[in-house]
């Protein structure tokens, strides 16, 4: 009796295991993250000093904060410059 019920629970495993490894049975082992802030995203048309604002939720899993910091550093920079060839522009023709 207790070879059967053995034999039983190694059966149900294997289909358990084949279930999901075939994808039938889906398993979400990383839930998704749980927000500690509100979203501070970019407005629609976004200026230098609007990036400079922005901030990103933390996790274990996040993101690596010294390559997102470069690329805002970069996209700020970016802006900035935008912002003043228009202000030059529109300065000279005014």
């Known amino acids: 009796m ?4 053995l034999a039983l629970v190694a ?6 295991v084949l279930a999901v490894a ?7 082992p990383l839930a998704d993250p749980a927000r500690s802030t509100p ?3 970019l407005p629609a048309s976004p200026s230098a000093a ?3 604002a922005v901030r990103f939720d933390t996790a274990a899993r996040g993101y690596d904060r010294q390559q997102v910091d470069t690329h805002l550093a970069a996209l700020r920079d970016t802006l900035a410059e935008r912002e003043r060839e228009v202000a ?3 300065g000279e023709e005014g």
Do not use: K, N
């Not at 075939?22 to 979400?28: E, H, Q």
């Open 2 to 5: 207790v070879l059967l019920l």
């Open 11 to 16: 059966v149900g495993l294997v289909v358990v």
């Open 22 to 28: 075939s994808g039938r049975l889906p398993v979400d």
């Open 39 to 41: 979203d501070h995203g």
């Open 50 to 52: 609007d990036v400079a």
């Open 88 to 90: 030059a522009l529109r």
